[in-house]
């Protein structure tokens, strides 16, 4: 009996898909732990979501809203949409995957950018596609090198806006300009994950764009402003062809009930929201200015964290910097993954936690803070 007779067998180029590794979440030996790897709020959730969530406990014999109306209706009433127009999900990852397995197949092609969200490259090779990556400029999206990729296999482009983990951003008209330029059958996913911290004039998340075309997609997620990661909310604003043709295979309650509930109370409770935007704004400027006076480069971010990136020069590297503040109990983020050999993300946490990875930044790199 040959080998591949003799076990299951994953399908060609699945074992070709590197696994997504997150970020690390211990530091052993260390009494007191600042996890700012996951780009987590440090404001935590609003709390008429922790009372939705507990109200929600009360009835967990019962199969939830495969619709998920409660929670759609509630974001459309935010944001002005028509719920009909929404799907959500279990995280934003899950309606990426729906997105590439609907839209995606064997001889197709997805363009990704070099620093993009690792899950695109992996949902791409899941489908069976190949990924396409360009490279960014300056650390940001680069629309030319975009257009330039495409080809007549090209059936989808994924832009993370803001980038995740440069923070950086693409202005609305360059998205626009982008999607003018595209063939009528690509299908453009813009991933907001970030688009509530995002502070300036010539940003827009994907709202108006989706709803005057035919083949562009938002997906937005509950993890990061709402500081409801451990429920995996994600959701999507698409045209009414794409959202009935992910619904043919979505799973039939694909979110959980408690989720559904919190996830309604989260978006309604927009002063929590507001509160979360400002002390992230104060920090993230505080953060840059303290950082850049120790001698280190910080990417400009609109979002909540920042990409630190250290001197070439022996022992002060981010492999060192990360080895050190882990074992003073501040967990960072390693992005070699994504690009970035020599520079570490921070998630924007608590007070403490922000002077904390000042103090111990400053004393390696040998300076005060």
Request: hydrophobic share 45%.
């Amino acid at each position: 009996m040959s080998e591949e007779m003799s076990k299951p067998v994953p399908r060609p180029g699945i074992l070709d898909i590197a696994a997504y590794v997150p970020g690390k979440h211990h530091a052993p030996g260390v009494a007191k732990v600042h996890k700012l790897s996951s780009n987590e709020t440090p404001l935590g959730a609003s709390p008429k979501a922790i009372a939705a969530f507990r109200a929600a406990a009360e009835k967990l014999e019962r199969y939830p809203d495969g619709q998920a109306l409660e929670l759609r209706e509630s974001i459309a009433a935010v944001h002005g949409l028509n719920p009909a127009n929404i799907m959500c999900g279990n995280g934003s990852d899950e309606l990426l995957a729906l997105l590439c397995h609907v839209y995606l197949g064997t001889g197709d092609e997805a363009v990704i950018t070099e620093h993009g969200f690792l899950v695109y490259k992996i949902q791409i090779m899941g489908a069976g596609a190949t990924p396409v990556t360009v490279r960014e400029k300056d650390a940001t999206v680069d629309v030319d090198a975009i257009l330039a990729a495409v080809t007549p296999k090209t059936k989808m482009i994924f832009i993370a806006n803001p980038g995740n983990p440069t923070g950086t951003y693409v202005p609305v008209s360059e998205i626009r300009r982008l999607h003018a330029a595209l063939p009528k059958n690509v299908v453009l996913v813009l991933d907001a994950a970030y688009a509530e911290y995002v502070r300036r004039n010539d940003y827009e998340a994907g709202i108006e764009i989706v709803s005057s075309n035919p083949n562009v997609v938002m997906t937005r997620t509950f993890s990061k402003i709402y500081g409801l990661a451990a429920l995996r909310i994600g959701w999507m604003y698409a045209p009414a062809d794409i959202i009935e043709a992910l619904d043919r295979i979505r799973g039939p309650f694909n979110m959980n009930a408690p989720a559904i509930s919190a996830g309604a109370a989260a978006i309604r409770d927009q002063s929590f929201t507001q509160e979360a935007v400002a002390f992230n704004q104060m920090w993230i400027e505080k953060m840059t200015v303290a950082l850049e006076a120790l001698g280190l480069k910080v990417t400009p971010s609109v979002a909540n964290f920042i990409l630190v990136h250290f001197p070439d020069v022996d022992g002060k590297r981010a492999p060192e910097a990360d080895e050190f503040l882990t074992s003073r109990g501040y967990i960072l983020r390693a992005v070699k993954g994504y690009g970035f050999a020599n520079a570490l993300r921070m998630s924007i946490g608590t007070e403490e936690a922000n002077r904390g990875v000042i103090e111990v930044l400053g004393e390696f790199m040998g300076r005060k803070s």
